[in-house]
C-alpha cells in the first residue's frame, strides 16, 4: 500500500538556518503530495502542494519538489524564523479515486532564538 | 475560504460518559467529511469517512458502536464518543472535503479529549 516515510525529529535549528526535512513514498499511480504544518494545540494547515512530476509548491518561503525518480519531495526553507517552530506532516494522495491522504509520521521543527 | 471549526475545542469528561463534537464547514458544502485521531508525539490516524445522509465508513480496528458519526447536512457532521474511558483520552480532528473537489481536505483545528 501506499506509504510515507518522513526523517525523524525533532530538528532543532538556530533562527536563519537552512532548513531541509526529508520525504519519501511509496505508492502506485501518479499521487499528489502534500506538506502540511501543525502548530501547538491546533490542527493541520495546509502548507504547498505538488501535483506532479517536477512541480514545485511553494508557500511562505518553503519548498518542496515533486521528485518522480527518487519518490521523494523534501522540504526546504532557505532561512528559518522560530515562528516556524511546529510539526510538519508530509502526505500524499493517490489517484485511485478515493483521494484519501496518507500521512507520514510528521517532524518536529524547533527553531532558537 | 474553506474554512473547518471545531467546537468544543477541549473538553473533560468523567469516565463512563459521552461526549459529542461538532465538525463544521464554514464557507462550503461538504458531501464526505473525516475524523482523526492524533496521539502524541504521532501522525493521524484515520477513524471513519464520514458521508451527507449515509453511514459513515470505519477504519479497521474502529468501533463504530463507541465512536457514532453522524453527518446529518453538507456542513455538520458529530463525533460521539461514547462511554468514554481514560484510553480515549486524545486529540480529535475533522477535516472536510468540499462538494466536486475530491483533491483536497480542509482540516479543523481539533478537538482535546481528557477523560478523567
Known amino acids: 500500500g501506499d506509504s510515507v516515510t518522513q526523517m525523524e525529529g525533532p530538528v532543532t535549528l538556530s533562527e536563519e538556518a537552512f532548513l531541509t526535512i526529508n520525504c519519501t513514498y511509496t505508492a502506485t499511480g501518479y499521487p499528489s503530495l502534500f506538506w502540511y504544518v501543525q502548530y501547538p494545540g491546533e490542527g493541520l494547515q495546509l502548507l504547498l502542494k505538488a501535483t506532479k512530476a517536477d512541480d514545485k509548491g511553494s508557500n511562505k518561503g518553503f519548498e518542496a519538489t515533486y521528485r518522480k525518480e527518487t519518490t521523494s519531495f523534501h522540504l526546504e526553507k532557505g532561512s528559518v524564523q522560530v515562528s516556524d517552530s511546529a510539526v510538519y506532516f508530509c502526505a500524499l494522495s493517490d489517484g485511485g479515486g478515493s483521494y484519501i491522504p496518507t500521512f507520514g509520521r510528521g517532524t518536529s521543527l524547533i527553531v532558537h532564538p | 475560504g474553506a474554512v473547518v471549526s471545531q467546537h468544543p475545542s477541549w473538553v473533560i469528561c468523567k469516565s463512563g460518559t459521552s461526549v459529542k463534537i461538532e465538525c463544521r464547514s464554514l464557507?462550503?458544502?461538504?458531501?464526505?467529511m473525516f475524523w482523526y485521531r492524533q496521539f502524541p508525539k504521532q501522525s493521524l490516524m484515520l477513524m471513519a469517512t464520514?458521508?451527507?445522509?449515509?453511514?459513515?465508513?470505519?477504519e479497521q480496528g474502529v468501533e463504530k458502536d463507541k465512536f457514532l458519526i453522524n453527518h446529518a447536512s453538507l456542513t455538520l457532521s458529530t463525533l460521539t464518543v461514547t462511554s468514554a474511558h481514560p484510553e480515549d483520552s486524545s486529540f480529535y480532528i475533522c477535516?472536510?472535503?468540499?462538494?466536486?473537489?475530491?483533491?483536497?481536505?480542509?482540516f479543523g483545528p481539533g478537538t482535546r479529549l481528557t477523560v478523567t
Open positions: 464557507d462550503f458544502q461538504a458531501t464526505t
Open positions: 477535516s472536510a472535503r468540499e462538494t466536486g473537489n475530491p483533491y483536497e481536505q480542509y
Open positions: 464520514s458521508n451527507e445522509g449515509s453511514k459513515a465508513t470505519y
